[in-house]
């Protein structure tokens, strides 16, 4: 799940720089992960960028936990999670070690 936040982040802040230039890119990432603005949580893709087209801030909350950056951009809390895989392949979430998941965001 880290893998996919940090991913969202970084869709969500080459579009609020509207460049691919690394150090505008750089530039946005604590903007688009950290208080304050509309929270926007996993699988929020359309509210996020719907948002930030119009100028608004937002605050990505991840699929684990929340994905707050300090000043240098490295994460402040890293939250692992324990999955039990099933017969038939899904898995299931049965424990973090970390940053307490945030809760589960509505449409």
Do not use: H
């Amino acid at each position: 799940m880290s893998a996919y936040d940090a991913m969202i982040v970084m869709s969500l802040a080459i579009t609020a720089a509207g460049t691919t230039d690394a150090p505008a890119v750089a530039a946005r990432l604590r903007e688009v992960a950290n208080p304050p603005g509309k929270v926007v949580c996993p699988g929020q893709w359309k509210k996020a960028f719907r948002l930030l087209s119009k100028g608004k801030d937002i605050n990505y909350e991840g699929a684990l936990g929340a994905v707050d950056l300090d000043e240098r951009g490295n994460p402040t809390g890293i939250t692992y999670g324990a999955y039990n895989v099933q017969p038939d392949g899904s898995t299931t979430l049965t424990n973090t070690v970390g940053t307490p998941a945030q809760p589960r965001c509505s449409p």
